[in-house]
């Protein structure tokens, strides 16, 4: 990987790739950020740093083993910290995003929004579009789900996020939201990943069912290389032979992550688990396992919920919660 100094130009980004030509190595300019990557893929050996580091243009040159270059810790060392409203992800405090897996109505999120803030979250979630198993399954709202977010989202003084599902729609959500959501079925649709890329938002990452680590951190590099790296991980469980939970809640990816990435990693126990019982304390055990932040869903009438009603906290559980984990994150030196 060549990264450039400030502002290079054509001649010399040309120039280097010329160069890798000419080696038999298969050269790719990227613009991310304010930064002008060149990524060499092919024989190392042939690659020799001092060769290119002397080229104008140059400022240095970083050997990444892993297929996930712009995502990796060898590429940059700090910890990347994407910030949201007054939500900082990666960052000593811990931020909350909670709220209702479908918007339902509006009193249904406003209600919701105002309890969830009195406890402490500092984003509203809520899905207006909603990819289910079954097609007879509740979808959303849609665009009128958007509008009631957006609505809730300002008068209840919350960021919002919310899910994007088709890459026809990231233009219109985008326009309405203060993050993008990319649920676990999407994880490895690469062209809604690469129109979320270019719409330069935050993105909040999911894993997917039967992802590996590897693989999601390869669907971060996709929205990365696509110039965009405000991206949060979320790690919501994994499918696995066991039946009794949803899902199976790999908090070991926490520690894995943060020594492969830069990214800040946040936990869903809501969909890690699929029974409010056990959110509480896998929340507790995600935040002592290092994560940047949880999702928790939450409801005010989780009997009556369109959506996952029975992994939804109501807002007193919630606010039960929010006042155990001020207790913990206190004695691990950090903050809600």
Excluded at 228 to 254: K, M, P, S, W
Aim: net charge negative; charged share 20%.
């Amino acid at each position: 990987m060549i990264i450039m100094m400030n502002a290079p130009t054509i001649d010399q980004i040309n120039r280097v790739l010329d160069k890798l030509c000419q080696l038999g190595l298969d050269g790719h300019s990227i613009t991310s950020s304010d930064k002008t990557i060149i990524t060499a893929n092919g024989d190392l050996s042939a690659c020799q740093p001092e060769l290119y580091e002397r080229m104008p243009g140059v400022d240095r040159v970083v050997i990444v083993e892993t297929p996930y270059k712009l995502a990796s810790r060898e590429y940059q060392k700090k910890n990347t910290v994407v910030t949201v409203g007054n939500a900082c992800f990666g960052g000593s405090n811990i931020p909350v995003i909670a709220g209702p897996c479908a918007i339902e109505s509006y009193n249904q999120l406003y209600q919701t929004g105002v309890g969830v803030k009195a406890a402490g979250a500092v984003m509203l979630r809520g899905g207006a579009y909603k990819p289910r198993s079954s097609p007879y399954s509740f979808q959303g709202l849609e665009k009128e789900g958007l509008e009631i977010i957006k609505a809730v989202g300002r008068e209840v003084g919350l960021p919002i996020v919310s899910e994007v599902t088709d890459p026809r729609k990231v233009e219109l959500i985008a326009e309405h939201v203060d993050m993008l959501q990319i649920g676990t079925r999407n994880m490895q649709n690469f062209v809604l990943l690469k129109e979320v890329a270019s719409a330069q938002k935050p993105v909040l990452l999911k894993r997917g069912l039967a992802a590996t680590i590897e693989e999601w951190l390869m669907a971060a590099e996709y929205i990365m290389s696509g110039g965009n790296n405000q991206v949060v991980l979320c790690e919501r469980g994994i499918r696995t032979y066991e039946t009794y939970t949803r899902n199976t809640l790999d908090l070991t990816a926490v520690p894995v992550i943060k020594h492969l990435s830069h990214l800040p990693v946040i936990v869903d126990p809501s969909h890690g688990t699929g029974n409010w019982r056990w959110v509480n304390p896998m929340a507790k055990a995600s935040v002592a396992a290092g994560a940047d932040g949880l999702l928790i869903e939450v409801h005010p009438c989780p009997e009556e919920a369109l959506s996952d009603g029975p992994q939804s906290l109501t807002p007193g559980n919630f606010a039960q919660l929010m006042s155990e984990l001020d207790t913990l994150t206190t004695a691990l030196g950090r903050s809600l």
